[in-house]
Every structure is written in C-alpha cells, then in structure tokens.
C-alpha cells in the first residue's frame, strides 16, 4: 500500500533515479545490439515489423480504456481493485475485436504473421495496467526491473530469432514473450471481482472520454506516418524511419518514462489543483530536460549520417539523414514526452486532447508535404518545422499554467485550461 503520508514532491528525485537506472541497462541492451539486428534483419523486414507494432500500439494503448491511469488517483485499496477489474474486462474484449481486425487485415493481404495482433495487443494492456499497479504503489525497484525485463530481453530474443531465421514473425514473437515476462515480474492479479464496477466507472470517466482518444490519435499518427511511408517509397523507407525513430526516442524513453513514472503520483498526492510550488517543480523539470536536449540535438546535427552507417551497415546511411534532420524533433520530444502525466494529475485532459489534435493533424501533414516534396529526409525537415512551433506553445503554456496556492481547498472536477 502506498504511502499517503509522504510530501507530495519528496522523494522525486530518488524515484527517478531508480527508474533511471532501470531504463538506462534495459535501453542500452536494445541499442547495443541494433547493429546485430541491421545485419540480421533487412530493412525491408524492420519495415514491415514496425508496420505490425505501430498497429499493435495503437490498439494497446487504449487497450483498458485508460482506467488504469486512474490508478494513482484512487483513494482507496477498494477502488483500486475496482478499477483493476474493470480494466481486465474490457482489454478481454478489446483483445477478441483486434482478432477480428486481424482477420481483416489477412484478407486484405497482411503476411501471416498479422496473427500475433491480438497477443501484441493483449500484451501491451496488461503490461500497461500493470505498470500503473505499481506505480500506485510506488514501487519503482520493481518497475525499474521490469523495463529491464520488457526491452533488454525483446532486444535478446529478437537476436536469437534473427540467428534462427525467424524472419517478420521473430521480430513481432519476441517483444511479445519480453512484455508478458515483465507484466509476471510485477506481480499484477489476474483475478478476482471488486463491486462497485459501474460507479467507478463513472467517476473516473474522464480518462476513457478524453484519455482514450488522445492516446489512440497519439499512436494513430505513428501508424499513419510509417503508412505513409511505406506506401510512398516503400517497405525499406520504413525500415529507415522505424529505426531512426526507434534509435532516436530512445533518450526519452529512457529519462521520459522514469520521470513521468515518478513525477505522476507525486502530482496527483498534492492535488488537482496546482500550487505555485508544484508549478515551480514543474519549471524545475523542464529546464533538467531541456538542458540534456540541446547537446543531444547538436550531436545528431553533427555525427548522424555518419553515425549510422558505421553502426548499422552503409545500407543504413539514410536512415542518419533523416535522423539529422529529425534532430529539432527529436529535442522538443524529449522535453515534452515526460510531461503528459502533468494535465492528467491537473485534471486538464480536455485541454490536452485538443491540443493534440491540432499536433498530430500538423505531424501527418507536415510528413506528407515533406514526402511529395524532398523525399524521407525532405520529411524529416518538415516534421521537425512543424513541431517547433507546436511543442513550444504547448511548453509555454504549461510552465505559466494558472495556479492555486490554497492547498486546503478540496479538489475540483471541472477541467483546468491556461
């Protein structure tokens, strides 16, 4: 059971680094074995599987409607497990539509291996409730182990089935097997019933109205863009754009999940509405993670091209294109991917889910533009002109954001906006 007792923002730092630590060996397995996997797997092949895990994304994400983000807001054990329930239930039926989709997607000329969607599916929710069970728990030693668990051992399994000419089917099997392992590691009940299904349901209602759409269309405009992609300059351009982004997010993976992981149920013990103090933590924050972007940036300007082709293979060399004029991008994701738990524990979802629409809408017509007009590195250009502009109205407003600084005052429903 967490610890109620503990100052809202205390102990951040401790948690962070502990998930830090857990993200940076579960990252760098992944990275230091990408130049195997370029030599085990061809570009056509990588293109091809981040098509099938862009879809199975997409669908995992929402897999439990979101409710288990509710998690770290609920005030007791009872509705905890309520919402524990409720979650289990409905990734069950999303699990069985995403078969059907399956079958679809087979009939409509998908390679046999579209018959691990509704495992991939299945696997993504139930490492996501899991991960929220622990987080409400704060238990980051264990969340810490289980990123190790989750992508150091897809990393290792997806070598092995690349030294065992599993092709497509190896690199989708692997991440799989990887995410079920680490959901075992947390220890996440798998059974039981808790009453009160339908008022929590209810009351944490925001999360499947708002969370959900603004997560689906998050992951929609991945899945769009590798789409685009492929079918503009086909499967190897994938490929390219599947590992730059893979190689590229990977410093936001790492520092964004660990932050985010710490900075939510701190947030939401200190209340829905933000003080001056929480606002300054926040501020806090963002100039830490801005101040590891800028080299990060600089770095990809200068060495990219080079960099990947002689870590992966000269083959590789465009994907380094892209990945240079991807940098700006990349940068502002970095700063900004930690801090969407911010308007979830400031119950300001509605706020975030209609900036988002206007983001991804600008991300998809920006690629699209930058395709017809200069290629996958003509694209990158476009998608990184885009989100400077976008990214940074959206990091303004949240470092003025309004704030309250009566902490006795009990929380309110009504969704905050700047």
Known sequence: MRDTATPPLQGLLRASLTLLAGGALAQALPLLLGPLLT????????????????????????????????????????????????????LLGVALASALGALGWAAL???AWVAWLPLAVAAAGVVSLATLWA??????????????????????????????????????????????????WLRLPLSGSAPGLGAVARQHRVFPLLNTPHAFTGALQDTLGVALIAASLGPAAAGFWGLGLRYLK????????????????????AGTRPTRAARAALRRVMLVLAALALPLVALLWALAPWGFAWLFGAEWREAGELA???????????VSAPLAVVTMAWQAQAWALKLALVGQVAFVAALAAGLHWGGLTGAGWAVSGAMLLYFGYYLLQLAFWPVDDDTATEPVVEESRP
């Open 109 to 111: 000329g998908g390679g």
């Open 135 to 184: 987080t409400r728990e704060q238990r980051f030693s264990a969340l810490a182990a289980a990123r190790v668990l989750q992508y150091g051992g897809a990393a290792l399994a997806q070598v092995a089935a690349g030294w065992a000419g599993a092709g497509v089917a190896g690199l989708i099997a692997a991440p799989i097997a990887a995410t079920l392992l680490a959901t075992v």
């Open 250 to 269: 990977a410093p936001a993976t790492l520092v964004g999940s660990a932050v985010s992981q710490a900075l939510y149920p701190k947030l939401a013990q």
């Open 39 to 90: 030599r085990l797997f061809t570009p056509a092949q990588f293109g091809q599987y981040h098509l099938f895990a862009a879809v199975a994304t997409n669908l995992g994400v929402v897999a439990c409607a979101r409710y288990e983000f509710a998690l770290p807001l609920a005030r007791s054990d009872d509705e905890a497990q309520a919402l524990r329930v409720l979650s289990l239930r409905i």
């Open 324 to 334: 240079r004029a991807l940098a700006v991008y990349i940068g502002l994701h970095f």
